[in-house]
């Protein structure tokens, strides 16, 4: 039951701490994207991605009006892309970063992850061209976001990704030093990643989780 006191509290952090919610999430499952022919991936992720993200920022501002709390960010999580890259080991897969990118402006979103490997118990087909992209992705792309997790408390830590992203954290921010270097804010190496995760920069959509969250 509410009494004034609640109500009083909810208003005065409101109006002035400035309460807000920090984001909302889609998740959405790429797999169903994956084509031999990287042109096909990128038109399919791209029209997957506009078609279930289409009112995702008009609901959050309905959101908002409705219960007078700003949401700041909208955002969406997709299937790290090295699965789906892996269907295509001679395209480049800075295509599919761009047509994240493209995707993400086209619905309006702030900031689109899933540009991503998971590399903790070794290498699979995809994952040396993806991590090997992540710079020049990072730096072409507005609203991308990558990650790449190199190690479990299971399966102990991949040293040969770790001394990988060394040079990539490195690139990252020389090929976007003119922009404060975000290339390497929009990057998140992991150790125990979770199955599925909504927070960029790390953010990507779990194998295990419906087609659309």
Do not use: W
Request: hydrophobic share 40%.
């Amino acid at each position: 039951m509410l009494n004034t006191k609640d109500i009083l509290e909810t208003i005065r952090m409101i109006q002035d701490e400035n309460l807000d919610i920090r984001t909302i999430t889609m998740g959405i499952s790429l797999l169903d994207c994956a084509r031999g022919d990287a042109d096909a991936a990128c038109a399919a992720i791209y029209d997957k991605i506009c078609r279930y993200a289409e009112k995702l920022v008009c609901t959050g501002e309905d959101i908002e009006r409705e219960y007078g709390i700003p949401i700041i960010n909208k955002r969406i999580s997709v299937t790290p892309i090295a699965m789906i890259a892996a269907s295509c080991p001679g395209a480049d897969p800075v295509r599919y970063a761009q047509a994240l990118d493209r995707a993400a402006q086209t619905v309006g979103v702030n900031f689109i992850g899933g540009y991503s490997a998971l590399v903790h118990k070794g290498f699979g087909p995809g994952d040396y061209a993806l991590i090997n992209s992540i710079p020049e992705a990072l730096a072409v792309t507005k609203k991308v976001c990558s990650s790449v997790n190199v190690g479990s408390t299971k399966a102990g830590i991949n040293m040969d990704a770790v001394q990988m992203m060394g040079r990539i954290i490195r690139e990252c921010a020389e090929k976007t030093a003119d922009d404060s270097c975000f290339g390497a804010a929009k990057l998140v190496v992991f150790c125990n990643a979770p199955e599925d995760n909504p927070f960029m920069a790390g953010a990507f959509h779990g194998a295990g989780e419906a087609d659309c969250v």
